[in-house]
T-cell receptor, first 112, second 113 residues
Framework: KNEVEQSPQNLTAQEGEFITINCSYSVGISALHWLQQHPGGGIVSLFMLSSGKKKHGRLIATINIQEKHSSLHITASHPRDSAVYICAVPMNYGGSQGNLIFGKGTKLSVKP | DAGVIQSPRHEVTEMGQEVTLRCKPISGHDYLFWYRQTMMRGLELLIYFNNNVPIDDSGMPEDRFSAKMPNASFSTLKIQPSEPRDSAVYFC???????????FGPGTRLTVL
């Protein structure tokens, strides 16, 4: 069974700073998900990636399958980026890829 | 499309009462997931369906929890009888394909007194 570790748990940054959130997992996977949970509670899928790098606006996600590690980067951070960022991977290698297990999340607060 | 729809958005009930949470997935999606989120345990998968058939219910905590998907556009999660430790936010999500991006509903915040 996969295990997911995220770091840091909490992160406070000044507007404009470059942000990095890390995710490590224990069992091989085919894809990793990054989710964003807004202060109001809604959850949005940011990325699903299985190799290399993906970019969407100021957000960049990278994954190293060999090292079982992924990072989420935010460039030129803004107060509206304040949210909880959650990493998720399939629970079992070779099993259903929809059966996800989630990290505890990283709470990001960006100060103006 | 309106996205994944959940109802009610908030539910307050007393211990021992039956609670029914509802979910309408995005039209055309063939996978539906029920999650529970608490401060202590974070997000946890309870059960998921593929083409209306339950595939994995190993996350359902107890027999007090049951879920159904009578058709492709509707699913329910029932707790009977409810207990204070069931208080949490319950999310429904759907996807096209099991390993694809999941779209989450707004959640139902359940409080059991």
């Amino acid at each position: 069974k996969n295990e997911v570790e995220q770091s840091p748990q909490n992160l406070t940054a000044q507007e404009g700073e470059f942000i990095t959130i890390n995710c490590s997992y224990s069992v091989g996977i085919s894809a990793l998900h990054w989710l964003q949970q807004h202060p109001g509670g809604g959850i949005v899928s940011l990325f699903m990636l299985s190799s290399g790098k993906k970019k969407h606006g100021r957000l960049i996600a990278t994954i190293n399958i060999q090292e079982k590690h992924s990072s989420l980067h935010i460039t030129a951070s803004h107060p509206r980026d304040s949210a909880v960022y959650i990493c998720a991977v399939p629970m079992n290698y070779g099993g259903s890829q929809g059966n996800l297990i989630f990290g505890k999340g990283t709470k990001l607060s960006v100060k103006p | 499309d309106a996205g994944v729809i959940q109802s009610p958005r908030h539910e307050v009930t007393e211990m021992g009462q039956e609670v029914t949470l509802r979910c309408k997935p995005i039209s055309g999606h063939d996978y539906l997931f029920w999650y529970r989120q608490t401060m202590m345990r974070g997000l946890e998968l309870l059960i998921y369906f593929n083409n209306n058939v339950p595939i994995d219910d190993s996350g359902m905590p107890e027999d007090r929890f049951s879920a159904k998907m009578p058709n492709a556009s509707f699913s329910t999660l029932k707790i009977q009888p409810s207990e204070p430790r069931d208080s949490a936010v319950y999310f429904c999500a759907s996807s096209l394909g099991g390993g694809s991006e999941q779209f989450f509903g707004p959640g139902t915040r359940l409080t059991v007194l």
